[in-house]
Protein backbone atom coordinates (compact mmCIF):
# COMPACT_ATOMS: atom_id res chain seq x y z
CA UNK A 1 0.00 0.00 0.00
CA UNK A 2 1.34 3.80 -0.99
CA UNK A 3 1.29 6.52 1.11
CA UNK A 4 -1.25 8.07 -0.51
CA UNK A 5 -3.72 4.71 -0.25
CA UNK A 6 -3.13 4.33 3.49
CA UNK A 7 -3.81 7.95 3.63
CA UNK A 8 -6.92 7.29 2.28
CA UNK A 9 -7.33 4.53 3.72
CA UNK A 10 -7.50 5.79 7.07
CA UNK A 11 -10.17 8.13 5.84
CA UNK A 12 -12.82 5.29 4.60
CA UNK A 13 -11.97 2.74 6.72
CA UNK A 14 -14.23 4.63 9.87
CA UNK A 15 -16.70 5.34 7.52
CA UNK A 16 -16.59 1.67 5.97
CA UNK A 17 -17.11 0.14 9.86
CA UNK A 18 -19.66 2.24 10.71
CA UNK A 19 -22.14 1.17 7.77
CA UNK A 20 -21.76 4.67 5.77
CA UNK A 21 -19.85 3.54 3.23
CA UNK A 22 -19.83 0.33 1.26
CA UNK A 23 -16.87 -1.61 1.00
CA UNK A 24 -17.55 -2.13 -3.25
CA UNK A 25 -17.57 1.61 -3.20
CA UNK A 26 -14.11 2.63 -0.95
CA UNK A 27 -12.16 -0.56 -2.38
CA UNK A 28 -12.88 1.47 -6.13
CA UNK A 29 -11.70 4.91 -4.20
CA UNK A 30 -8.39 2.97 -3.15
CA UNK A 31 -8.13 0.72 -6.69
CA UNK A 32 -7.95 -1.85 -4.85
CA UNK A 33 -9.87 -5.40 -4.90
CA UNK A 34 -13.11 -5.62 -2.07
CA UNK A 35 -11.50 -9.14 -0.53
CA UNK A 36 -8.49 -6.82 0.04
CA UNK A 37 -9.76 -4.07 1.28
CA UNK A 38 -11.42 -6.65 3.56
CA UNK A 39 -8.20 -7.60 4.81
CA UNK A 40 -7.04 -4.38 5.53
CA UNK A 41 -9.72 -3.79 7.59
CA UNK A 42 -9.41 -6.47 9.40
CA UNK A 43 -5.70 -5.15 10.39
CA UNK A 44 -3.36 -8.27 7.91
CA UNK A 45 -1.00 -6.40 5.42
CA UNK A 46 -1.48 -2.74 5.97
CA UNK A 47 2.12 -1.94 5.20
CA UNK A 48 3.74 0.89 3.34
CA UNK A 49 6.40 1.03 0.53
CA UNK A 50 9.11 3.48 2.11
CA UNK A 51 11.47 4.96 -0.41
CA UNK A 52 15.19 4.04 0.31
CA UNK A 53 16.27 7.53 -0.84
CA UNK A 54 13.92 9.33 1.72
CA UNK A 55 14.97 12.43 3.05
CA UNK A 56 14.94 13.01 6.80
CA UNK A 57 14.48 16.13 8.89
CA UNK A 58 18.29 15.80 10.31
CA UNK A 59 19.30 15.84 6.58
CA UNK A 60 16.87 18.41 5.68
CA UNK A 61 17.85 20.67 8.81
CA UNK A 62 21.64 19.77 7.24
CA UNK A 63 21.23 20.79 3.34
CA UNK A 64 19.14 24.63 4.86
CA UNK A 65 22.43 25.40 7.21
CA UNK A 66 25.07 24.29 4.29
CA UNK A 67 22.87 26.97 2.04
CA UNK A 68 22.85 29.34 4.96
CA UNK A 69 26.70 28.97 5.69
CA UNK A 70 27.67 28.83 2.07
CA UNK A 71 25.47 31.31 0.02
CA UNK A 72 27.51 30.45 -3.53
CA UNK A 73 27.19 26.81 -3.13
CA UNK A 74 24.42 25.69 -6.19
CA UNK A 75 21.40 22.52 -5.53
CA UNK A 76 24.00 20.13 -7.56
CA UNK A 77 26.81 21.14 -5.67
CA UNK A 78 25.29 20.59 -1.91
CA UNK A 79 23.18 17.54 -3.08
CA UNK A 80 26.75 15.61 -4.28
CA UNK A 81 27.87 16.94 -0.25
CA UNK A 82 25.03 15.76 1.35
CA UNK A 83 24.87 12.28 -0.21
CA UNK A 84 28.79 11.69 0.54
CA UNK A 85 28.18 12.07 4.01
CA UNK A 86 25.05 10.15 4.51
CA UNK A 87 26.14 7.52 1.97
CA UNK A 88 22.82 8.21 0.33
CA UNK A 89 21.64 9.62 -3.32
CA UNK A 90 19.98 13.07 -2.68
CA UNK A 91 18.91 14.80 -5.62
CA UNK A 92 19.47 17.74 -6.88
CA UNK A 93 15.66 17.94 -7.68
CA UNK A 94 15.13 17.45 -3.83
CA UNK A 95 17.96 20.17 -2.43
CA UNK A 96 16.04 22.80 -4.61
CA UNK A 97 12.55 21.66 -2.95
CA UNK A 98 13.64 21.98 0.14
CA UNK A 99 15.65 25.07 -0.33
CA UNK A 100 12.65 26.97 -1.86
CA UNK A 101 10.21 25.65 1.24
CA UNK A 102 13.11 27.54 3.16
CA UNK A 103 13.15 30.14 1.12
CA UNK A 104 17.10 29.95 0.52
CA UNK A 105 16.82 30.20 -3.36
CA UNK A 106 17.17 33.69 -3.86
CA UNK A 107 19.73 34.25 -1.54
CA UNK A 108 22.28 36.59 -2.26
CA UNK A 109 25.97 35.63 -3.74
CA UNK A 110 28.73 38.35 -3.07
CA UNK A 111 30.92 37.40 -6.61
CA UNK A 112 28.81 35.87 -8.98
CA UNK A 113 30.57 32.04 -10.45
CA UNK A 114 30.62 32.08 -14.49
CA UNK A 115 30.14 29.07 -15.14
CA UNK A 116 30.64 26.97 -18.61
CA UNK A 117 29.02 24.03 -19.61
CA UNK A 118 31.35 23.74 -22.76
CA UNK A 119 34.79 23.73 -22.43
CA UNK A 120 36.07 21.80 -25.19
CA UNK A 121 36.70 23.64 -28.85
CA UNK A 122 36.55 20.13 -30.64
CA UNK A 123 35.46 16.24 -29.71
CA UNK A 124 38.00 14.08 -28.42
CA UNK A 125 39.69 17.16 -26.65
CA UNK A 126 38.16 16.48 -23.43
CA UNK A 127 36.61 13.20 -21.89
CA UNK A 128 34.22 13.89 -18.56
CA UNK A 129 34.11 10.93 -16.27
CA UNK A 130 31.32 10.66 -13.61
CA UNK A 131 29.38 7.92 -11.29
CA UNK A 132 26.19 8.15 -10.20
CA UNK A 133 24.76 5.28 -8.13
CA UNK A 134 21.75 3.95 -6.65
CA UNK A 135 19.47 1.04 -5.56
CA UNK A 136 17.91 0.25 -9.19
CA UNK A 137 17.89 -3.65 -8.72
CA UNK A 138 15.92 -5.50 -5.79
CA UNK A 139 17.79 -2.71 -2.91
CA UNK A 140 21.40 -3.37 -4.79
CA UNK A 141 23.77 -0.45 -4.85
CA UNK A 142 24.47 -0.48 -8.23
CA UNK A 143 27.29 2.11 -9.32
CA UNK A 144 27.19 3.92 -13.09
CA UNK A 145 30.17 4.84 -14.41
CA UNK A 146 29.95 6.91 -17.65
CA UNK A 147 32.13 8.73 -20.14
CA UNK A 148 31.18 11.46 -22.41
CA UNK A 149 32.42 13.92 -24.60
CA UNK A 150 32.98 17.32 -23.25
CA UNK A 151 32.77 18.93 -26.56
CA UNK A 152 29.23 17.08 -28.26
CA UNK A 153 28.07 15.49 -25.05
CA UNK A 154 27.99 12.44 -26.74
CA UNK A 155 28.52 9.28 -23.99
CA UNK A 156 31.50 7.30 -25.03
CA UNK A 157 30.98 4.55 -22.55
CA UNK A 158 28.74 3.51 -19.42
CA UNK A 159 28.02 0.13 -17.38
CA UNK A 160 27.18 -0.85 -14.31
CA UNK A 161 29.17 -1.96 -11.73
CA UNK A 162 28.67 -3.57 -7.94
CA UNK A 163 31.73 -1.10 -6.63
CA UNK A 164 32.92 2.80 -7.87
CA UNK A 165 36.40 0.76 -7.09
CA UNK A 166 39.88 2.52 -9.11
CA UNK A 167 39.65 -0.76 -11.52
CA UNK A 168 36.74 -0.69 -12.63
CA UNK A 169 37.00 3.28 -13.40
CA UNK A 170 40.58 2.69 -15.03
CA UNK A 171 38.90 -0.05 -17.34
CA UNK A 172 36.20 2.38 -18.90
CA UNK A 173 38.94 4.89 -19.47
CA UNK A 174 40.82 1.97 -21.58
CA UNK A 175 38.04 1.11 -23.03
CA UNK A 176 37.18 4.85 -24.26
CA UNK A 177 41.23 4.81 -25.22
CA UNK A 178 40.49 1.54 -27.20
CA UNK A 179 37.48 2.24 -29.03
CA UNK A 180 38.21 6.45 -29.82
CA UNK A 181 42.26 6.66 -29.80
CA UNK A 182 44.12 9.21 -26.55
CA UNK A 183 42.35 12.10 -25.75
CA UNK A 184 43.97 15.24 -24.17
CA UNK A 185 42.55 15.51 -20.70
CA UNK A 186 40.53 13.91 -18.33
CA UNK A 187 37.99 15.53 -16.24
CA UNK A 188 35.88 14.31 -13.14
CA UNK A 189 35.23 15.87 -9.68
CA UNK A 190 34.57 12.57 -7.72
CA UNK A 191 37.47 10.29 -8.67
CA UNK A 192 39.96 10.75 -5.91
CA UNK A 193 41.88 7.99 -7.00
CA UNK A 194 43.37 10.29 -9.71
CA UNK A 195 44.16 13.12 -6.97
CA UNK A 196 47.86 12.41 -5.56
CA UNK A 197 47.05 14.95 -2.87
CA UNK A 198 43.48 13.63 -2.04
CA UNK A 199 43.11 11.66 1.10
CA UNK A 200 40.61 9.33 2.65
CA UNK A 201 39.92 11.04 6.06
CA UNK A 202 36.68 11.92 6.79
CA UNK A 203 37.57 15.61 7.61
CA UNK A 204 38.81 15.57 3.89
CA UNK A 205 36.41 14.31 1.91
CA UNK A 206 34.76 16.77 0.69
CA UNK A 207 37.69 18.60 -0.78
CA UNK A 208 38.76 15.26 -2.31
CA UNK A 209 35.57 15.68 -4.56
CA UNK A 210 36.75 18.22 -6.08
CA UNK A 211 37.13 18.99 -9.31
CA UNK A 212 40.10 16.93 -10.58
CA UNK A 213 41.88 16.73 -14.30
CA UNK A 214 44.47 14.28 -14.81
CA UNK A 215 46.89 14.34 -17.70
CA UNK A 216 47.14 10.99 -19.20
CA UNK A 217 50.18 9.96 -21.33
CA UNK A 218 50.19 9.02 -24.77
CA UNK A 219 50.32 5.08 -26.10
Avoid at 3 to 32: C, D, H, N, S, W
Avoid at 116 to 122: C, I, L, M, N
Wanted: proline share 4%.
Amino acid sequence: MTQEQLRQFELVAPLVETGKLPVAIAARMLTISTRQLERYLQGQGVTTKKAWNRINEDMRQEITVLKQENPNFNCQWISELISDRHEQSVSQSSVWRILKKANLLNTFVDTPIVRSRFEAKGSGDIIQLDTSWGYWINDERLNLILLLDDHSRYIVAAEFFWEDSAYNNMQMIRDVVEDYGTFRLLYTDNASFLNPFATTTASTKPTARKNTKARLPGP
